[in-house]
Structures are given as structure tokens and as C-alpha cells.
């Protein structure tokens, strides 16, 4: 059934280099963002709560 829909003509809409960076960097962000609360339940688990405080993203 799809074929049968209509699809817009002409070119396909690019994303901009810009574009694919800024996707790249969230995509980097939010895993190191994960990364500190990962080890943290792994730690748990292990039985070895850490004593540190939690990290906080400096805002760059």
C-alpha cells in the first residue's frame, strides 16, 4: 500500500554538516552522561558504594 501513497518530488532534503555535528555531540553528551550512573550500579552491586558525591556537568 505505500506505493501508493504520494511522495513529494525533487530532491531529497539534506542535513547540514552543522546539522550532523550537533546530532554527533547530543548523541556524545547524553552517553557520558549515562556513563557516571552505570557505574554507579555496578559499584552497588558489587557492594562498593562509592563515597564521592556526584558529578555534575560543568554547562559547556
Known sequence: MN????????PKTRRSEADKENE???ARAEKA???????????????????VPAVTPCGR
Open 33 to 51: 552522561e549515562r556513563e557516571p550512573a552505570k557505574t554507579k550500579a555496578a559499584l552497588e552491586i558489587m557492594g562498593k558504594v562509592p563515597d
Open 24 to 26: 554527533r555531540l547530543r
Open 3 to 10: 506505493a501508493l501513497v504520494a511522495k513529494p518530488s525533487g
